[in-house]
């Protein structure tokens, strides 16, 4: 089964409860950075937190969330849109650290606990949304859940969990966020808090279940749930050769000519997938005539012959 999440309400809409099971995207993740055990719980965590923000997301609205810490595996950076597509990248993926007690990935160490989350929900409109947190635990979870409570006004829980097997591969990851709507009864909120005080391993209940929907039972268990919608999750990147022409052409006259003279071509790679897209030299050539250097064309590269 793939990945996916679910839409759900209990307690005639006063409890919103969002689950996914995220297993597939994080491995995908992890396979295209090459992460590390305790990176790649780090960065599947900021990718399923990034795929719960998206869960309403309509048409052309994508969100992003950025995860700042002063820890070893520097900045996180995720994105979903309405597609179910997730995608997420971190700058250092070389990032294992000692276990906790439990046997738990140090994320929060591997994050580090100073710094801030952010998150730009973009619906199309003239500006995004955007509202930040700083970091409570560097967990990404407890984070987030900071996060609804100052930045959007939602008392929340969040739960998030990827689990690491023997060889790096990832066994299972998920995450879930219920919410209380406005004007819920303090005796609902106690109710709900206290079930999902009852979950102690998200990842374990994750790979017990294996179903956001199953999951989302068991953190509200005693609740009657009612689903509202699926969306299938998948790890996919939106970047393409024509938009990485554009960035090389925002490098400048300057640096194209460097390139040109130096490497006689250029390579770029997208962060978020890894992808590389090659640019030849008569790329080049073509690109510095664009920007209107008809007069000064390096001469060298027509002798030698240009597409090294
Ligand atoms: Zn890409």
Known sequence: MGDYLVRATAEGGAVRVLAALTTRLVEEARRRHGTWPTATAALGRAITAAALLGATLKGRQTVTLRVLGDGPVGGIVADADAWGRVRGYLKNPQVDLPLKPH??????????RRGFLHVVRDYGLKEPYAGSCPLVTGEIAEDLTAYF???EQTPSAVGLGVLVGKGGRVRAAGGFVVQLLAGAPDSLAARVEAAVQRVSSVSGLIEAVRNPVGLASRVLEGFTLRVLGRRRLRFSCRCSRAKTRELLVVLGLE???ELYRTRRGAEMVCRFCGRAYRFSGRHLLQLMNLEGDGGRRPEAGRERGPGA
């Open 149 to 151: 409570a100052r930045s």
């Open 103 to 112: 046997g738990k990935l140090d994320v929060g160490g591997a994050v580090g």
């Open 255 to 257: 640096e194209l000519r």
